[in-house]
């Protein structure tokens, strides 16, 4: 076999050598000769031959310390996805660990997936589980795309805004997570190059021509500091350092800032060795510089969620020139720059691997939290949502600090503290006072959750929408799946078939059963009530099975052997086809307004004089209650609901409740979410600050307005609900 023996590799090779031992050098010599056979005569984009990638993976792994198992890895990462080496070969060759590695950052390339989305989630989801067992293989992961974006300019120009995307909403916020700070600010500084490149040039245009000037502002100020600081804290490392340009971008144009507002652009980085010299340091800077108010920031005593720690205090030079003072112990220095890498390249935590445990536990977490493993683009809405670079600090009533990304709301916090606190929320207070459940908390605030008591209590579907975190809207969708089965089934089967009729999909009897048992297995479903009951509970949106479901349904349309589907819209009629009339066909139905009666309804049917028979219910106040002695007895005649009946029914309900702005805007979004339609609503205000609100909506039955009225009952401030005539 043929060999492009590739130059950069002695160079690489002399690296490898100053970190490992000669057997472990052996076998990456090994891994290199397979996979620069494997990949041989292959090209980058850039006529490169291709195993400068894998070589150039496996460099960046080497800057981070990784173990040498991580290069070997990371120079044969390709070859099983790439060329003709099976996993079983690298099994062979190397052992169990190393083919389980370069199978967890191997891409599901022969899986069939509909959309690319589901494709980019599978991918991630196969990741994920695969780093929960080893992290290494995220580290790999984000070394490979490290590259990627280092190359990028060899792509077409929309790969290139696609990969960019992907890599900022995605990749950078796992570095962010893992806290390694290097590889995430120049993913972020790639992806901003490539997203918005005009941005790009005009920040890094703007540092460049104040380079200078403020180089000579930062020495100056480092030499003051170790003047001040050396006779108490002797030996501090102290440097500087400029924004990274998405930081500075962040700020400018999301947070809409002009450059000179933005107060961190320049920062003093001060290592020593004890936490009590960073304190000090802290006291020296404070009394040789005016700090700014709100600008301090203590992450020691509460670390930031990827184990950051540090002190950071803004002040003001003699200049007039804010710049940013880090101060921080050489531990926490290792773990900033190089985060869950730190455990190889320093040995940390190696005595502790609880610590290490800890670290690692949040990808457990999200795996877990999923309220259905199969949706996995959930995890990447989990990514986008809960990986913000900014945490918020709040402390609870007993001064336990809780840290939520930025934008949690209340409900977020009590989910933090723990699933039973959540589900028992009915309230909360923020330093003191009652707030609305979608308050936003902030950073050192005391937050109280107000609990309840009372059994089987439950949160609200509504929260779904205003929970920030997925990790809570999850928790709150497990509940629903869990504790309100029956109600699930009732809604999600209500809503297919409102979304089917305004598709105009028409589907009877045993194919309909089939076609909707087809969606169920789609969606991984055990029978049709999971299916109809993951609706319901929000883990399956129709909408956005819609597409599919009109394919599936025109391809049942065009099959010759159907001929029960009439896909042309039906002018509804009412009839005998939804009451069956004892010894009559085809009778005029009339559904009387009294007391509206609903499939579910006991009901009885009176012959009226040229209006055929009028429908109501048992127990309506114009039924007699013994029919033989009644008047015209004759004229009461047995009738039943139609098994198969497919109508659409409107009933009254009267509402009680508090008179709040809001009210009415919270009903009605409840009945849009559930897909049920207004006819009438009308509100009036009554004595003891309360209001009565009437309302005529369309339901498919008495099981169906039962589950609305449920709804409707978990809103705030209704206090009692009665169906009623109009």
């Not at 720690?309 to 002040?315: A, N």
Request: hydrophobic letters at 40%; one cysteine or more.
């Amino acid at each position: 076999m043929s060999s492009n023996k590739d130059d950069n590799y002695s160079e690489f090779r002399l690296l490898a050598v100053e970190q490992f031992t000669k057997d472990e050098v052996d076998v990456i010599d090994k891994a290199y000769n397979l996979a620069n056979e494997a990949h041989y005569g292959q090209l980058r984009y850039s006529g490169q031959p291709y195993i400068s990638h894998p070589l150039a993976v496996a460099k960046i792994l080497i800057d981070l310390g990784m173990d040498p198992q991580s290069i070997v890895v990371a120079i044969l990462h390709d070859t099983v996805e790439d060329t003709a080496i099976a996993l079983d070969k690298i099994k062979e060759l190397f052992g169990e660990e190393i083919a389980m590695l370069v199978d967890g950052v191997t891409k599901l390339g022969k899986v069939p997936l509909s959309t690319k989305a589901e494709q980019q989630a599978e991918n991630l989801r196969k990741m994920l589980i695969a780093m929960s067992v080893d992290i290494r293989v995220i580290i790999i992961k984000l070394a490979d795309r490290l590259h990627n974006m280092r190359t990028l300019d060899f792509m077409r120009p929309q790969k290139r805004r696609d990969k960019a995307l992907e890599t900022l909403e995605i990749y950078a916020p796992i570095a962010h997570r893992l806290g390694i700070r290097a590889i995430k600010e120049e993913l972020e500084d790639l992806s901003i190059s490539y997203l918005d490149p005009v941005a790009y040039e005009e920040i890094s245009n703007t540092l460049k021509d104040s380079s200078e000037t403020h180089m000579n502002f930062v020495d100056d100020v480092i030499k003051k500091i170790h003047k001040r600081i050396d006779p108490y804290v002797p030996g501090a490392y102290i440097d500087g350092r400029t924004k990274s340009i998405h930081g500075i971008y962040r700020k400018m144009y999301i947070q809409n800032r002009n450059f000179d507002q933005i107060y961190d652009i320049y920062a003093i980085r001060i290592i020593v060795e004890t936490v009590i010299d960073c304190y000090n340091c802290l006291g020296i800077i404070h009394d040789m510089f005016h700090s700014l108010p709100g600008r301090f920031k203590d992450y020691i005593s509460m670390p930031k969620s990827n184990m950051y720690q540090s002190l950071h205090t803004t002040v003001i030079g003699e200049d007039g020139i804010p710049f940013e003072v880090q101060i921080r112990t050489w531990e926490m220095h290792y773990t900033a720059e190089y985060g869950i890498a730190a455990h190889w390249k320093y040995k940390l935590g190696v005595n502790d691997n609880s610590k290490f445990e800890e670290r690692l536990m949040w990808i457990r977490q999200l795996l877990e939290s999923q309220s259905d493993p199969d949706d996995v683009e959930e995890i990447i809405r989990t990514i986008k949502s809960d990986f913000v670079p900014d945490d918020v600090f709040v402390f609870t009533p007993k001064g336990d600090v809780i840290n939520v990304p930025t934008g949690s709301t209340v409900i977020d916090f009590a989910y933090a503290i723990h699933s039973e606190v959540g589900h028992r929320m009915v309230g909360a207070k923020v330093d003191g006072k009652i707030v609305p459940l979608d308050y936003k908390v902030s950073t050192g605030q005391i937050i109280e959750v107000l609990t309840s008591s009372q059994q089987g209590k439950g949160p609200s579907r509504d929260w779904i929408k205003i929970v920030a975190t997925s990790s809570a809207r999850n928790k709150i969708r497990n509940w629903f799946k869990k504790e309100r089965r029956p109600e699930n089934i009732t809604e999600g089967k209500a809503e297919i078939e409102h979304e089917f009729k305004r598709n105009n999909i028409r589907l009877e009897g045993d194919i309909l059963l089939e076609f909707i048992k087809k969606l169920a297995d789609k969606q991984h479903c055990k029978d049709i009530d999971d299916f109809y009951a993951a609706i319901g509970y929000g883990n399956i949106s129709i909408n956005r099975m819609m597409p599919y479901i009109k394919e599936e349904y025109y391809k049942i349309v065009k099959s010759s052997d159907i001929t029960q589907i009439n896909i042309t819209p039906e002018k509804r009629v009412r009839s005998s086809e939804g009451v069956v009339v004892e010894g009559v066909d085809n009778v005029l139905i009339k559904f009387s307004r009294c007391c509206n009666p609903l499939p579910g309804d006991d009901i009885i049917g009176f012959i009226t004089r040229g209006h055929g028979v009028s429908i109501h219910k048992r127990d309506c106040s114009n039924v007699p209650n013994s029919i033989p002695l009644a008047d015209e007895p004759e004229r009461w005649i047995n009738v039943t609901w139609d098994e198969n009946i497919k109508e659409e029914f409107k009933s009254t309900l009267t509402l009680e409740g508090l008179d709040r702005i809001g009210l009415i805007a919270d009903i009605s979004s409840q009945l849009a979410g559930m897909h049920v339609m207004i006819h009438f609503l009308n509100s009036r205000i009554v004595k003891s600050g309360k209001c009565i609100i009437t309302l005529t909506i369309t339901v498919n039955g008495v099981e169906h307005l039962n589950s609305v009225i449920r709804r409707l009952e978990k809103i705030s401030d209704v206090l009692n609900i009665e169906r009623s005539g109009v």
